[in-house]
């Protein structure tokens, strides 16, 4: 598995964890596949340490930046020795520099994790914009 797909399942793995938990059901037993504690409990998360992670997002909402830039950034650092890069943006800014990145050929562009909703997510999945 390559750094950037490592960081990559890790950022999300973490994101999701801490967006999400309360969503669990009481009842659940086992760690399903492909949820945020399977995909961490399988990073290999020393292979990223020390590295730095671009978190490109809307920067609408000063509460939602500050929780980012505090409580997340710390404990990626805390936890995984991980620096947390946030990059506030419009969605059209983020979607027209990975079709950008994507026209120029590069394999690996500026952005490790976006946070993009579903009609988003669907038009730059459409359009090949993402990885994995």
Same mark, same amino acid.
């Given at each position: 598995?390559?750094?950037?797909?490592?960081?990559?399942a890790?950022?999300?793995?973490?994101?999701i964890?801490?967006?999400?938990?309360?969503?669990?059901?009481?009842?659940?037993?086992?760690?399903?596949?492909?949820?945020?504690?399977?995909?961490?409990?399988?990073?290999?998360?020393?292979?990223?340490?020390?590295?730095?992670?671009?978190?490109?997002?809307?920067d609408?909402?000063?509460?939602?930046?500050?929780? $980012? /830039?505090?409580? %997340?950034?710390?404990?990626?650092? +805390? &936890?995984?020795?991980?620096?947390? @890069?946030?990059?506030?943006?419009? $969605? /059209?800014?983020? %979607?027209s520099q990975?079709l950008? +990145? &994507?026209t120029a050929?590069?394999? @690996?562009?500026?952005?490790?994790? $976006?946070w993009?909703?579903?009609?988003?997510?669907?038009?730059?999945?459409?359009?090949?914009?993402?990885?994995?």
């Open positions: 598995m390559t750094k950037f797909f490592k960081k990559t890790l950022m999300a793995a973490l994101l964890y801490t967006a999400g938990t309360a969503s669990v059901p009481a009842r659940a037993t086992s760690v399903p596949a492909g949820s945020s504690q399977a995909v961490s409990s399988q990073a290999d998360f020393e292979s990223v340490r020390g590295t730095e992670v671009t978190f490109y997002g809307w609408g909402s000063e509460k939602t930046n500050a929780w $980012i /830039d505090g409580y %997340l950034a710390k404990a990626m650092e +805390e &936890k995984y020795g991980i620096k947390l @890069k946030r990059v506030g943006m419009d $969605i /059209d800014q983020i %979607l990975l950008s +990145e &994507k050929g590069l394999e @690996k562009g500026k952005i490790d994790v $976006i993009i909703n579903g009609e988003n997510f669907y038009t730059a999945r459409k359009e090949g914009l993402l990885a994995g």
